[in-house]
């Protein structure tokens, strides 16, 4: 026989693939990569079952070593639980050596996830977020969705109001029913309601079959009703009706559908004062109002900036296949100085800007759109002529040729103390 001169266990115990060699399914050998993916360590996989360690959902079903049949590379992949209990994806093979059998694994949990967010399939752990005032609301999203009462989110453009309403969602008893929106500002009002209620045949002269409104193709899930402040007065009354009674009529119909569906309401105005200002329905507002959640704008949560960069470098990475490894220290202070009245959604579009215009591995400033480092200038200019007179602020307003009021607001607007 071959007598390699190499030590094979140094080069298996080095490699990014989880190794598990198994006689009667019995862990005889891990190897670290294996140990980080499961969560056992090493001392702890050895002489326990392979399905213990690594728990997938072929192992009941279709397990390759108890059906005796070597698996090829699963690229599809499929998905286990770890030692903590958290699923992930891998992609496996299964091959025979004789005696014993090799399981070679790689861990894809974070290019799944990645690639769901792309489809726009979020659930509780796509939320990022550090900010306690965040965490709270993340706290209470298991017990709203596990209520059928309607949870109206407010919050401004680009919050993340969508990715909460797919969270309850998912959370929710109903996940595995349909979740559908449906945006009350993009619809023509004159359709909206046969979007919504659906018709019967012959309603009026088009209505050729009878049309599925988005509450009965809800039923037994989740529906978002985005942008809800714009719904017209005259269907607001009918939304009423389904959350009030459970049943709506469809344009034409004679007799109610009954539906059980879960409302989710967003919007990015203020209901409680286009209710003082007759713009809404203030029993509609009530109705909706059950369980309410505010999502923070970015600027009161600065301390997500550094997170959601890191996860939209690592987002954009993967979409678009550039190394990039993240932010000159520069580029980073600039975001964290910005205001973002479009909140995540322009943090996103900002970094998705940067990609573009990246050929190495860092963003710097030269990659963030002008408006920014307008920004950045007009701060180092403020910080520079502050400085030369010595913090004396109107010594510096001179120097600046600004009023002393409005070198406060831009010092205020900067977070520079003086
Ligand atoms: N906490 C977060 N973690 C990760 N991604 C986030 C977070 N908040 C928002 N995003 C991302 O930012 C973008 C905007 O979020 P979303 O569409 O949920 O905002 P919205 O409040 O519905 O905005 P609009 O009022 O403009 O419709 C999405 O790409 C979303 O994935
Ligand atoms: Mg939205």
């Keep these: 026989m071959y007598n390699s001169p190499v030590d094979w266990k140094k ?36 002489g326990r079952k ?23 590379w ?12 958290e699923e992930k994806f891998i992609n496996i093979k299964v091959r025979n050596l004789g005696k014993g059998w090799a399981i070679i694994f790689e861990d894809r949990t974070r290019e799944v996830r990645l690639s769901k967010e792309v489809q726009g399939k979020f659930r509780l752990r796509d939320i990022i977020t550090a900010s306690p005032k965040m965490l709270e609301i993340i706290s209470l999203l298991p017990r709203f969705a596990a209520s059928s009462a309607p949870v ?22 109903r996940s595995s029913g349909p979740y559908l929106k449906i945006n009350c500002a993009t619809i023509p009002e004159g359709l909206l309601e046969s979007e919504l209620f659906g018709y019967v045949k012959g309603a009026f002269t088009d209505a050729r079959t009878d049309k599925e409104g988005i509450f009965s193709l809800a039923h037994g899930g989740t529906l978002l009703l985005d942008e809800i402040a714009e719904m017209p007065l005259s269907l607001q009354a009918k939304l009423l009706r389904v959350l009030e009674e459970g049943e709506f009529l469809p344009l034409g119909a004679t007799s109610p559908r ?60 993967f979409i678009t296949g550039k190394p990039v490894e993240g932010l000159s220290e ?77 070198l406060w607001r831009k010092m205020k607007k900067y977070g520079i103390k003086g």
């Design 330 to 406: 520069k580029a980073l202070k600039v975001l964290m100085d910005y205001d973002y009245p479009g909140n995540v959604r322009e943090l996103r579009n900002i970094i998705e800007a940067a990609f573009v215009l990246v050929s190495g591995r860092v963003i710097d400033v030269e990659h963030l759109p002008a408006y920014l480092r307008g920004e950045e200038a007009e701060r180092r200019k403020l910080e520079e002529a502050l400085r030369r007179a010595k913090w004396r602020r109107g010594e510096a307003a001179k120097l600046l040729g600004l009023s002393r009021s409005t």
């Design 74 to 85: 699963k690229e599809e992949g499929v998905s286990c639980l770890d030692r903590f209990n």
């Design 152 to 173: 109206l989110i407010e919050g401004e453009s680009g919050t993340g109001k969508e990715l909460v309403a797919s969270a309850l969602h998912h959370l929710s008893p």
């Design 258 to 317: 009954r539906v059980d569906v879960k409302i989710v309401a967003a919007t990015n105005k203020d209901l409680a004062s286009l209710v003082r200002k007759g713009r809404f329905r203030e029993d509609l507002f009530y109705r909706l109002n059950v369980l309410y959640i505010k999502l923070p704008p970015l600027r009161e949560r600065k301390e997500d900036i550094p997170l959601l960069v890191e996860h939209f470098v690592e987002l954009f990475n």
């Design 50 to 72: 392979c399905f213990e360690v690594l728990r997938t959902e072929i192992c009941q079903s279709a397990c390759p070593i108890r059906e005796g049949k070597p698996l090829p």
């Design 11 to 46: 080069i298996v115990d080095s490699v990014a693939e989880g190794v598990i060699y198994v006689e009667n399914f019995t862990v005889k050998y891990a190897n670290p990569a294996a140990a980080e993916i499961t969560g056992f360590p090493l001392n702890e996989a050895f």
